[in-house]
């Protein structure tokens, strides 16, 4: 597989595509303990090792309101 593919299988197969919204995605390089996933899922938080290989935000929320990065 060359690239990152989000929200398809690496065949492509058209009935396997996302059909909802991605709002973030993070790729990281190990297994993530059970407490990690609730601290990333409860604030966002991914662990400061140096693990994260990949992380795309795609949109924040500014005092101004919402932006498309």
Do not use: C, W
């Not at 197969?13 to 059909?19: D, F, G, P, V």
């Amino acid at each position: 597989m060359t690239g990152i593919h989000l929200g398809v299988r690496p065949d492509g197969a058209a009935s396997t595509r996302l059909t909802g919204s991605l709002d973030e995605f993070r790729q990281i390089r190990r297994t993530l303990t059970a407490d990690e996933i609730t601290t990333l899922r409860e604030t966002n938080t991914a662990p400061t090792d140096g693990g994260t290989v990949v992380h795309l935000p795609f949109e924040k929320v500014t005092a101004q309101g919402y932006a498309r990065m």
